[in-house]
């Protein structure tokens, strides 16, 4: 499946932004989601997570609370909700997919278990 992000930009901190993710290539439903992100000298980091229809998500410890993940599988589409930005959220943000419909946040919130990721979209929070 070929993924493409987007929707970074530069915002103020305490704004909002909405990343999307669209896939191709495959059926949609058949991947489970995730957001990650990364910063210069840093280690990938897991944002966030989603089951093929959505009813399980999980959340990295630093943006619960503020970040919600969703799809429409009807429209091949992940999306990540970013709210209460802070300059700490600054990195470029990945999707990427996972084959299967679920699976506990012990997998999903590994990169390692990804099959396929995006290019990457830039998100810088002014602080």
């Known amino acids: 499946v070929q993924l493409q992000a987007s929707g970074g930009g530069l915002v103020q901190a305490g704004g909002s932004l909405r990343l999307s993710c669209a896939a191709s290539?495959?059926?949609?439903?058949?991947?489970?989601m995730g957001w990650f992100r990364q910063t210069p000298g840093k280690e990938r980091e897991f944002v966030a997570a989603?089951?093929?229809?959505?009813?399980?998500?999980y959340y990295g410890d630093s943006v619960k609370g503020r970040f919600i993940i969703s799809r429409v599988n009807a429209k091949n589409a992940a999306f990540l909700q970013m709210n209460s930005l802070k300059p700490e959220d600054t990195a470029v943000y990945y999707c990427?997919?996972?084959?299967?419909?679920?699976?506990?946040?012990?997998?999903?919130?590994?990169?390692?278990?990804?099959?396929?990721w995006g290019q990457g979209t830039l998100v810088t929070v002014s602080s």
């Open positions: 990427a997919a996972k084959g299967g419909s679920s699976y506990s946040a012990y997998i999903l919130t590994d990169q390692n278990q990804y099959d396929y």
């Open positions: 989603i089951s093929w229809n959505g009813g399980t998500t």
């Open positions: 290539g495959r059926t949609f439903s058949n991947y489970c």
